[in-house]
Structures are given as C-alpha cells and as structure tokens.
C-alpha cells in the first residue's frame, strides 16, 4: 500500500477495499493460480488503478494474501477469549500470533523482504496485531493515551519480528525465543497492571 494512502481521508472505506483486494487475491491463490493486478481488479469488480493505489505489484499482494489466508481476524480471534481478564487476553494474543510466526516463518520472512525491497514504504504490517490489542483493551478503564502506548509496544513481543531478533541475533531457537518473549510480556503486564 502506498505511503499514508489509507491514512487520508475515508480510512474505514480505504481499509475495506483494501481487504477485498486481498480477497480477490486469495480467489486465485486458493484456487493454486498466478494473477496480474489487473485479473484481481476485474475478480472484484473495480479499477487496476484502484488496485495499484494498494499494492504496486503482484509479488507484494500475492505475499500478503498467502499470509491473510493463514491469519485469523482480530474481531475472531478476540471472540474466542472474551471472557478473559486483560492479562490473560494479551498472553493469548501474543501466543496466537507467535504460533503462527513459528507455523509459518518462511512465508512471513518472504514477506518482509518482499516488502522492504519494494520501491514503495509500507507502513501497516502487522496491524492484525495492534488491532488484536486495541479490541482486547476496548472494554477496559485504562486511559486512551496508555490504550494506544499498550498497541503499539506490545506488538514489539509478538509476530516475526522478534523472532528475527531473538533467533538471528540472539542464536535462540523457536522455544527458547517464544519463552523469552512470553517473559518478557509477563513482566511488563506485572509492571503495568500491578505498579
């Protein structure tokens, strides 16, 4: 997605075309075929340009698609603990989206490196996980200002980035990274919810 695109203006209209580009994509991804931008854009109905405005390229949107594909909705994946404490809901988010780094590694690492050598910036990986975080500490009495602190760093605990971090700098292996990091959001939440 182009810089800051769908930061201006009509941002939930913006976030909807968004994920039905991604969803055009995954029609073909599921179906075992290659797509051009503009076989998405005819799929769903609207204009390559409208798609470009999105994904400059086929390698990015068929990277994120594949990754869509495996990742649960926020809205779902918070359904299946509501009942929890706010603790025990962020340990689980962290849990969930480290699994899915562990179930899928290659897939995320292509990703990222997709990404980072693309002539555009992206600016909205990894917001399954802020969202994830934001709709877990909706209902809760913390302060707005905390609320988003909270989305934006524990993100930093969770998904392929640490990993990258713990295993290719810090030599650990995929249990030893995925205690570290539950450890450290252990402490934090113990720091935050208990001071």
Not at 17 to 46: C, H, M, N
Request: charged share 30%.
């Amino acid at each position: 997605m182009k810089e800051n695109y769908v930061d201006k203006g009509r941002k939930k209209q913006k976030l909807e075309t968004r994920q039905k580009i991604l969803e055009g994509a995954k029609y073909f991804l599921s179906q075992g075929k290659d797509f051009t931008l503009e076989e998405v854009a005819r799929q769903i109905g609207i204009s390559r340009a409208t798609v470009y405005r999105y994904f400059s390229n086929t390698e990015i949107l068929s990277s994120e698609a594949g990754l869509d594909i495996q990742v649960m909705k926020p809205e779902r994946l918070i359904e299946t603990f509501k009942t929890d404490q706010i603790e025990i809901k962020l340990q689980k988010i962290q849990h969930y989206f480290n699994q899915l780094t562990i179930d899928n590694e290659t897939a995320f690492r292509k990703y990222i490196s997709v990404v980072l050598t693309s002539e555009e910036v992206r600016k909205k990986r990894g917001a399954r996980r802020i969202k994830a975080i934001e709709l877990a500490l909706e209902e809760t009495s913390i302060p707005r200002e905390d609320k988003v602190k909270l989305a934006n760093f524990l993100t930093v605990l969770m998904g392929i980035e640490p990993f990258i971090v713990t295993k290719d700098v810090c030599g650990l292996d995929n249990a030893q990274s995925s205690e570290l990091l539950t450890w450290g959001l252990e402490i934090f939440l113990k720091g935050y919810f208990h001071h």
